[in-house]
């Protein structure tokens, strides 16, 4: 009926698989939708031999990934192999030859991005990642079109399905991570190298991404300030939840007095939040902004199909895009902004040490907080004798103050251990 | 720095008015974000000397919408006046100019958008309204771009904020209907008549949009059935809130069995369900399918600053088309699809009927149903005597059959009334 798109995959893991399976044999639903005859002409992959699920026409596999990249019949270049190398010059290589990418790659658009983003308008093609962030969730164009016009001051969620499951699992039944994370390995809902989700690094490239969306500045994914959830203890979040509190890996990237802050942390969210029931594989951004006030995007952040569905959509809006004979739309241009100090982080902060129960400690501990301007929210004892908790909760104070706070803390007499200090979600700006 | 790019203004009502005061007073911050320079060129408005609360420069203002439309300086019309006529003929004249049109017009869209879009494409220009449905949040983009590859399934939920305010206040407060409009009135949150919202016509139109653009097929909204709030009574409320249901006024559009069902009507929606803590005028859109899984998006369904975030979106892409030389980008095609009979609707019922307490009834009750086929959840009963309250609470059954059985059920001897019928969100599928 009209003309042939012809699309190449760089990669075919269970994204691409999903992706190709669906072009290949519901190309009829597809065209009949959108008008497009999309055609697969190559697949690069490492392995030839691999079961991938799916039948494959003869002829289409290949293990040299530039023959797809170079193909004159490929006009459009999938990449879904991840990672930087070789997937970043492959992607530059495509652009510079006037092929649209579309990509699911998050570590390489937070780390190459702006200069793959320059190179595709130097070409006039599109460089599109609607499945970088959030799988299945439209947040990309949302952020970039729909909301080009709005000064956003800020992006904040969960964005890394991995954590959220193991966090979730941990909290519902108790559950050490160690055991939890064995677990999501052997379920294939963690990598066997999990460091990029339960370091932060994804989240963090994700954050880098929506960042530099919202705000017009450019955010590099190594800029991100980042924790994991390594470190977290189930015991940790059974005083968290006596609070009225459960612990989310929570993206925040924010706006504010010509800084922007952008961080990767584990995060004390309130129960009655909607973040707090959130589960599993979920993904939920929030974007704000002076004129739309909150919006809140929910969905599945991470799998086969959801990914590749968002992958289509970026698809089909390229070779709409190739067809009606341009591809140049500068979708944002990003100016300078300032990043700022991680020392003045601000948030509350839940504290939790094991002390002495005697006359006069609550007042030790409080006169170091407010040496440190570090003011007390909420104080909450458990226990009596030598090694009762004490859980403090301060109001909103920069990371500075508190660390500050907190190591003059762990040296008072009274003070046995300080156990955890952890971020509260800051619901009172 | 850029070349100009002239915007006119057919309306300036409070959504017109906030877009014009930030094309106006915000444009450098608007072209330090996009690169581009958007001025206003005219504003078409029914009373000149109307205080809008805005300083708007000399020689813009005119009472003949046509002077915009026809000034070869505009090359975006932004059309949000409203209603039927004479919108429709002011957009159809200026998309057959040559000119981009943006619009927050859901009704027009709704009755002529297909003729609209066709003339658009004819044309060569863009005809956008993602301010139509939803308000600030962005929803006809990710439904017409982002899943443009998924075969959505079905489209639910709450897009009318004016009722979605007075059912919050009845169901939370107790007050009635009639005194919570006069107040949401006296508010400025409804209309002086307000029928089209609480009748459910404005929902209808945003429902026949939205399965328009999710299922390929040109729904009209007056294909849409439509019930809306104002027989609703407090009392109702207590009975549903103790089976543990709160009502909302949902718009639901679903595609099964090749056919598309469309209705606004009321529904007792699970206390524990997301939407049932959609409070006031937030609106919140679950679009589903079998690759994503279920999206949901929520935010500000209405409102000067948030609809003005909206269509300044869709004005910025209009005019990065109009600069990249082109504007032609068919976003979908319409196909046809058979539309559902009202009878053949399934959901689950909630009935509630003033009975004699009598050995007996509940046998007679049942038998009923069960003649018309429709399968019994749940029983309730409320009080003794000849004034008894019974609740039945019914499996998923189709409109028809059920209708039957009420009435079947008024005649019976035992039943003094039927006293409602209300539709509950059905989860069972």
């Known amino acids: ?42 697949i690069a992959v490492r392995d ?20 797809v990249v170079d193909d004159p019949k490929v006009q459009i270049v999938i990449e879904v192999m991840g990672g930087l190398d070789p997937a970043g010059d492959l992607v530059m290589r495509a652009l510079n030859s006037g092929k649209a990418v579309v990509t699911a790659n998050k570590e390489l658009m937070a780390s190459r991005g702006r200069d793959l983003l320059a190179a595709a308008e130097t070409a006039g093609v599109s ?27 800020s992006v904040l969620g969960i964005v890394n399905g991995t954590t959220n499951y193991i966090l979730t699992r941990m909290v519902e039944e108790g559950i050490a991570y160690e055991e939890v994370l064995a677990e999501a390995q052997e379920l294939g809902y963690a990598e066997a190298d999990p460091t990029a989700d339960v370091g932060g690094g994804d ?7 929506l960042a530099s969306l919202a705000f017009g500045t450019w955010v590099d994914g190594s800029q991100v300030t980042r924790e994991g959830i390594e470190d977290l203890s189930t015991e940790d979040f059974v005083f968290a939840r006596r609070l009225g509190y459960i612990p989310k890996l929570l993206a925040i990237a924010e706006y504010s007095e010509d800084s922007i802050a952008v961080r990767v942390h584990p995060t004390l969210v309130p129960l009655d939040h909607p973040l707090a029931s959130v589960r599993g594989a979920t993904n939920a951004i929030y974007v704000s902004g002076p004129s739309i006030g909150e919006l809140l995007f929910t969905g599945p952040g ?7 569905t968002a992958l289509l959509g970026d698809v089909i809006m390229s ?3 190739r067809l009606a004979g341009t591809q140049v739309k500068s979708r944002i241009r990003f100016g300078t902004g300032r990043l700022r100090d991680v020392a003045d982080f601000s948030t509350k902060w839940l504290i939790r040490t094991t002390v002495a129960d005697r006359p006069g400690v609550l007042a030790q501990i409080a006169a170091v907080f407010g040496r440190h301007e570090v003011s007390i929210k909420s104080v909450w004892q458990d226990g009596r004798g030598d090694e009762a908790s004490l859980l403090l909760v301060t109001h909103e104070s920069p990371e500075g103050d508190l660390q500050l706070a907190v190591s003059e803390l762990a040296g008072l007499e009274v003070v046995s251990y300080v156990d955890s200090v952890m971020r509260v979600y800051n619901d009172e700006s």
Request: net charge neutral.
């Open 48 to 67: 030839l031999a691999k079961d991938r699920g799916i039948v494959i026409p003869p002829g289409l596999l290949t293990d040299r990934p530039r023959d």
């Open 319 to 321: 070779a709409r895009e």
């Open 203 to 209: 989240a963090a490239s994700k954050a880098a991404i």
């Open 127 to 153: 460089l599109l990642f609607e499945a970088a962030v959030g799988g299945g969730i439209p947040i990309i164009r949302p952020l970039s079109e729909s909301l080009a016009g709005e000064r956003i001051t």
């Open 302 to 308: 991470a799998g086969g199909e959801p990914t590749a």
């Open 1 to 42: 009926m009209s003309m042939q798109i012809g699309v190449g995959f760089l990669g075919a893991g269970t994204v691409g698989s999903a992706l190709i399976r669906r072009l290949i044999y519901e190309s009829d639903a597809i065209a009949a939708k959108t008008g497009l005859d999309l055609v697969v002409r190559g």
